[in-house]
């Protein structure tokens, strides 16, 4: 005892008696506490006054100090910031310890009391005397993080150690990461360059916690190739001992918020594809995981998928705690179970996945799990259901079930109601438009349109419940009662949309009635609306079916001077328009379209594809135009597409029909370098053995005009200078 009293005596230059004078204290014996203090001084440079450093080393809290320190904490995380703050003022001399619950407190407020937790240490610090310690800088750090306030985070983490000259240690960074992922908007980058200072600067062992908070910071800013990169390298470092640095292996929370980043970026796929390497690690997936999974197989229309997961979240283990009884007040509580907001995506998932009656099952399923009667949502999505399949009576019985559960209906529930009759209508459309008599389904969607008009309980029809009834309408092959019901409208003063003149105009398309086309253009006109790919596609159609070849064009042409973009179908409606009428002028216009879409002026979506060409090459095998139909083979081939070998047939027998058959022979030994074999072909084979005989009886070869006339036809296919002459 006496070593240790000389020793004090020596290091804090006080005289042995005065250190003696402690001697009868009951924490003397306490070394290690005695040392770090001493260890402290000596790192520091500082000087404290003698008597306090002992002091402090050789006291611990008393009993009572430490009850008022956890009431202070109590009362923070139980939300009663003023009152923490209120027993901490009374103390006069309050301890480090003190202050740090005292800004614990401030940190866990409603909304967090960013001020007054800095006002705090300030005072401590001039006023007591008082020196923060490593906690201190965790507890500002974590007022910074929940305030969402980065910036004073970053500026706390470069002025506290050179102020205090205490060191931020891993908690403390972790915490400075999060306060990034927080911040509004965040700051995926400096969350990744703290991360990076931390591990590979300062050397700190990161815990999966840092680590999981960069991957936050991703995951809120929908960066998700960066939260994906951070956890591969995480899975890679796990399994390289030889690493420079310490990398933990990613858990859970590492997986479940890499979910939530490729959620975020909308990629549904990659939220199943980790989803699944979760369960391969042997990780349980939390409720929200499985929610960010829900959400993918809803988008995807992955009704089996959704079923498993919805099937998983039931028998999640339950959260376990990690505050120790101290949960934060007004801290989100665990997902326990399947919620309303699995049910509802769950049951889209259905809908849109075909399995309608999976989803009208889950209704009942939902109200037994979660003791909550399903709500609009949920009852509309399995109502959407049924309008995908037509399921028309069905769509109906979910809506009177929905009522007689007091759940009301709106607007949207409505227009999946007359969406179902509407689906039911174009299933058989073919067979609707020979019948003179309205179809059921029909009857049915326009008598409670009128019940909606006259039921004072029942939401009153805005413009998407009409343009649902407008469908029915069309499907229904009945022009002149969607004329009717835009009439309506326009009484109503309802605002008509893009999508009310869409559905409009393929009214028309379905019967194929031109004056009925130009009705409805001079009516967008009057409403100042502009029509879309959608509306002039379906008048193009119509067009088509009407025999309008020449106009066909002219729409497409109109329609791309408007800055407007036609996809592939719409280019090849109008390719049909000009084969099925076989004009000279369909065969010029023909060429034209297929240049379109090879220009400058059709975009990616409007190449031409297998369907394009098989249009091409049949329209001039068919007018006996054999050397066009090679040449468009040809154009195929460049395209990366491998013609079938129904237009090799097509073209060889046109070459046979036009008295062409070297050039038969000719495209038919060209079919081996596609890797066809004509011999094997019986149609080929035959037209090739009468070539054969043909060239022998007649000793026919190929003359200079017939290569000249085959340049000449792939170079009419080729784009010039003045390809802006096509529009």
């Not at 003397?28 to 001084?41: F, S, V």
């Not at 507890?139 to 102020?163: G, H, I, P, Q, Y």
């Not at 120790?324 to 509580?333: E, I, S, T």
């Not at 000009?578 to 379109?596: G, M, N």
Request: charged letters at 25%; glycine letters at 4%; one cysteine or more.
């Amino acid at each position: 005892m006496k070593e240790h009293k000389k020793l004090y005596a020596l290091l804090l230059c006080l005289p042995f008696a005065q250190v003696q004078s402690f001697s009868s204290h009951n924490h003397y014996n306490k070394n290690k506490r005695i040392r770090r203090n001493i260890a402290e001084w000596k790192s520091t440079g500082t000087s404290p006054t003698s008597l306090e450093m002992v002091s402090r080393s050789m006291t611990s809290p008393s009993s009572k100090t430490r009850d008022i320190e956890k009431q202070i904490v109590r009362l923070g995380r139980s939300g009663k910031t003023d009152e923490a703050l209120s027993l901490y003022f009374k103390i006069k001399c309050p301890s480090t310890r003190l202050v740090n619950c005292a800004i614990d407190a401030c940190s866990r407020a409603r909304p967090t009391r960013l001020k007054q937790a800095f006002t705090i240490i300030d005072r401590a610090v001039e006023e007591k005397g008082l020196r923060p310690n490593v906690f201190t800088f965790g507890a500002l750090m974590s007022v910074c993080n929940r305030a969402r306030d980065s910036d004073k985070a970053l500026a706390l983490l470069r002025s506290f150690e050179e102020t205090h000259r205490v060191a931020p240690n891993a908690v403390v960074y972790s915490t400075a990461i999060s306060a990034c992922a927080r911040s509004q908007p965040p700051k995926p980058k400096q969350a990744l360059q703290l991360l990076q200072e931390a591990v590979e600067e300062k050397g700190l062992e990161m815990s999966v916690v840092g680590f999981n908070a960069a991957i936050f910071a991703c995951a809120q800013a929908a960066d998700w190739e960066g939260a994906i990169h951070l956890m591969e390298r995480m899975e890679g470092a796990s399994n390289n001992s030889s690493s420079s640095f310490r990398i933990p292996a990613p858990d859970l929370v590492t997986y479940g918020t890499v979910l939530a980043a490729c959620e975020r970026g909308e990629q549904w796929s990659l939220v199943l594809k980790y989803a699944t390497a979760m369960r391969d690690r042997g990780l349980e997936m939390d409720g929200i995981a499985i929610t960010s999974c829900l959400h993918a197989c809803q988008q995807l229309g992955l009704a089996d998928e959704a079923l498993f997961y919805l099937n998983k979240m039931k028998t999640a283990p339950p959260a376990t705690p990690q505050t120790a009884k101290l949960q934060r007040y007004g801290a989100r509580v665990p997902l326990q179970g399947p919620d309303p907001v699995a049910y509802r995506l769950a049951i889209s998932a259905c809908a849109r996945g075909g399995a309608w009656r999976e989803g009208v099952r889950l209704l009942a399923d939902y109200r037994n799990v979660t003791g909550e009667e399903a709500d609009v949502v949920a009852y509309t999505s399995a109502i959407t259901g049924c309008e995908y399949a037509g399921k028309w009576k069905e769509a109906f019985y979910v809506l009177d079930k929905m009522r007689k559960n007091g759940v009301e209906p709106n607007e949207v529930t409505m227009a999946a109601v007359l969406g179902a009759c509407a689906t039911s209508c174009a299933s058989d459309g073919v067979v609707r438009a020979n019948k003179s008599e309205r179809p059921e389904e029909q009857i049915k969607a326009l008598q409670f349109l009128e019940l909606m008009k006259k039921d004072p309980t029942m939401v009153k029809p805005n413009i998407q419940v009409y343009n649902a009834a407008i469908r029915v309408c069309a499907e229904a092959c009945d022009l002149k009662r969607a004329f009717k019901l835009l009439e309506e409208i326009e009484e109503a003063g309802i605002e008509r949309t893009e999508v009310t003149y869409g559905t409009l105009m393929t009214a028309c398309e379905r019967v194929g009635c031109l004056e009925s086309v130009s009705q409805v253009f001079r009516k967008m006109r009057e409403d100042e609306i502009s029509p879309n790919e959608i509306i002039y596609g379906a008048a193009i159609s119509c067009c088509r079916k009407s025999k309008q070849s020449e106009r066909a064009l002219l729409l497409l042409r109109k329609m791309m001077k408007e800055g407007l973009s036609p996809n592939t179908a719409t280019f090849n409606t109008v390719l049909m328009a000009q084969a099925e009428t076989r004009t000279k002028a369909d065969i010029e216009r023909a060429v034209v379209v297929y240049k379109l879409m090879k220009s400058k002026f059709a975009t990616p979506d409007g190449r031409p594809n297998r369907q394009t060409y098989t249009i091409l090459v049949n329209f001039f095998a068919t007018i006996r135009q054999p050397i066009m139909a090679e040449a468009f083979l040809k154009k195929m081939n460049e395209d990366g597409l491998k013609p079938d070998v129904d237009l090799f047939t097509a073209t060889v027998a046109a070459y046979e029909r036009s008295g062409q058959p070297l050039r038969a022979i000719k495209l038919m030994e060209s079919m081996q370098a596609d890797g066809y074999d004509f011999y094997s072909v019986k149609v080929l084979n035959s037209a090739f053995s009468k070539a054969v005989r043909l060239v022998n009886k007649v000793g026919q070869s190929l003359s200079p005009s017939d290569a000249s006339q085959e340049e000449k036809s792939l170079k009419n296919l080729e784009l010039d200078e003045n390809d802006d002459e096509l529009l």
